[in-house]
């Protein structure tokens, strides 16, 4: 598909401004908005990349609607949902509290789910459309300290998944993204969360400009999915495993709290 309006949430963190690159340097002439609260950084994304920015707190889910029926009226219908934006802490499920996990909750799982359900229809109605749900291999394997993002990425990857079967058949494509960790903001936020040693020190990371890259070319080819660093694709594989439980047990890092 040629997309006319991309918009990208997350638009000022390290994968979704590698994303906007893409996208502009393929389709020069399409309209792309990046959404982000950091309002500097955000600003200096767009500017980059040619890109509209919107300022937007995710976490207010009832103003959603509102604020996508702004965006449409101003910029036209979204025709490729990128849902990139995402938080993680390392925290056991007793240390992180009930109000950091609805946040993490909200802006992992909720906010990607209301914003695919308000982009849809006109989707459908063209036959014509693509949604990337970035997910997260936290969300195949349990890894200490991430009940909340775990089982929020666990959500949104299923939920992406079933979405591809349902809109296969009606020109919407869908693709679940599963990145590893990935040098950003995010993974330098919950590096900090864990105890330093060997696991927290070596474990593969990958770069996201080559995250973006892959993504983009699986846009372009129609694809269901994207995982990297290539060895988590092994992980996937043997998720439902009890050996992979056994061995995530033994190897996630130890939160701090």
């Given at each position: ?92 499920i007793t240390g992180t509290g009930w109000e950091q996990g609805k946040r993490l909750l909200d802006i992992n799982f909720t906010a990607p789910m209301r914003l695919m359900n308000l ?139």
């Open positions: 598909m040629t997309p006319t309006h991309i918009l990208i949430t997350g638009g000022a963190g390290a994968i979704g401004g590698q994303l906007a690159g893409q996208f502009r340097r393929h389709h020069p002439d399409a309209r792309i908005t990046l959404v982000d609260l950091n309002a500097e950084a955000l600003e200096h994304a767009a500017n980059t990349h040619d890109a509209q920015a919107e300022v937007c707190d995710l976490t207010a889910i009832d103003a959603l609607p509102a604020w996508w029926q702004s965006l449409v009226d101003r910029r036209g219908p979204v025709d490729v949902l990128i849902n990139c934006a995402g938080i993680m802490d390392i925290i056991s982009a849809l229809p006109a989707m459908m109605e063209a036959r014509n459309g693509c949604v990337i749900n970035v997910a997260s291999m936290a969300g195949r394997v349990p890894i200490r300290g991430c009940s909340y993002y775990g089982g929020a990425k666990a959500g949104i990857g299923l939920a992406s998944e079933i979405a591809r079967l349902d809109l296969k058949k009606q020109g919407v494509n869908v693709i679940t993204v599963y990145p590893g960790p990935i040098h950003s903001g995010l993974e330098s936020h919950a590096r900090s969360q864990v105890k330093k040693g060997p696991v927290s020190r070596y474990i593969p990371t990958g770069k996201p400009e080559v995250l973006a890259e892959r993504i983009y070319r699986t846009f372009g080819k129609g694809g269901a999915r994207v995982i990297y660093p290539d060895v988590y694709a092994l992980a996937k594989q043997v998720a439902n495993l009890n050996l992979t439980n056994r061995a995530m047990d033994f190897f996630s890092p130890q939160p701090n709290q």
